[in-house]
Structures are given as C-alpha cells and as structure tokens.
C-alpha cells in the first residue's frame, strides 16, 4: 500500500493547504486519490474537485488495495469517489473538525494510518461533547460511519520516530469518502 500511495505522490505532489479565509497555512501537507480530491485555499475554501490544484491534472485513481479495504470494510455498495492523502511531519497536527463537505453521509469515510503513530481525538457530533484521545499506530484502520459518520474528530500530536515504515519519519492518513449521492 505504500508504494501505491508513493506512485500517487509523484503522479499528484504534497502541496500545502490553506486554511478558508485566512489562507493560513495548514501544518499537513495533502494530495488525493480518485475521480474527486477534497481541497481547501483561501479563496474558494473547503470542497471537492476533480484536478490537482497546483498542477491541473486529474487525480490519480485509488490504488486497488484501498479500494479492497473499502469493499471489505465499508459496509457501502458503491464505491469510494475520493482518498485523501495527509502527511504529517513531526510537528503537524490537525484541529476538531467534522467531515462534512460529502454529500452521501450514508457512507463512512475509513482512514489507513501508516508510518508514526499519532494521539487521534474523538468526540462527539457536537463541538462541545466530550472526547477521548487514543493512540493510531501504522496499520491502523479508524471508520467513521452509521451514529459516528459525523463526529468531531482531530489529530493532536505525532510521536515522532515511533515506526520504521517511512524511512524519513512521518505519518501518512489516507482517508476514503464517497462524496456524491449514487444514481437511483
Ligand atoms: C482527517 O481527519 O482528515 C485525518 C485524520 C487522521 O489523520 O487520522
Ligand atoms: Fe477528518
């Protein structure tokens, strides 16, 4: 799986995400797999879109063994339209926040964690219901689906050095989304 997720780094580079609004930047750096990639920039904020937003090109497809994990796993019949790449270096982190620029909530998204180990948050689907915090190891699939599709959810910190999957540290997510409501 890593050395998909390699090929569709060199098809579609990290690239450094902006925060609406502000267009400060994001401590993740990000790319996308699949018909559809979620984006953010200061101008246009959060959304879907099927290019690259540096170089224009259509995102390169799913890697076939995400798109197993997600028939074995999803408990959804069609399949996911979107795979989120973030990598975090040793500082990222990512804040509180609900999944929720998808239009098909039926759908969970599940996440791959390679590389470091991180301190994942989760809470509720409110932004003040409590939380708890546990560690994600290398391997690691979290899903978001059925009562907890929407609640809040962040990354606090990385432990760095804590796995040797990526030669240079790091940890990888990959999440997959679908986004669109499937034709009828
Ligand atoms: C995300 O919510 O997009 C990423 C979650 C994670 O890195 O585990
Ligand atoms: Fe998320």
């Known amino acids: 799986m890593l050395e998909a997720i390699r090929e569709v780094v060199r098809a579609a580079p990290l690239y450094v995400p902006q925060m609406p609004r502000t ?9 996308n797999c699949g018909s559809l990639g979620w984006v953010t ?11 690259h937003p540096a170089t224009g090109e259509p995102w390169p497809p799913i890697p076939s063994a995400l798109l197993e994990l997600w028939d074995r796993l999803s408990d959804y019949p069609h399949p996911p339209e979107a795979c989120l790449v973030n990598f975090y270096d040793d500082k990222a982190k990512m804040g ?18 390679l590389g470091d180990a991180c301190l994942f948050r989760v809470g509720g689907t409110t932004r003040n219901d409590p939380t708890t915090s546990f560690r994600l190891e290398s391997g690691d699939v979290v899903i ?12 606090d910190r990385i432990y760095p050095a804590s796995s040797p999957l990526l030669p240079k540290g790091g940890r990888l997510n990959l999440t997959l989304r679908r986004v669109t409501l499937p034709a009828s």
């Open 96 to 113: 509180l926040h609900q999944d929720r620029d998808e239009t098909e909530f039926a759908a969970p998204v599940l996440s791959v964690s």
């Open 41 to 51: 920039d200061r101008d246009r904020g959060y959304r879907y879109q099927p290019t």
């Open 23 to 31: 267009g400060r930047p994001m401590s993740v750096r990000m790319t």
């Open 144 to 155: 978001l689906g059925g009562a907890g599709r929407l609640c809040f959810h962040g990354v």
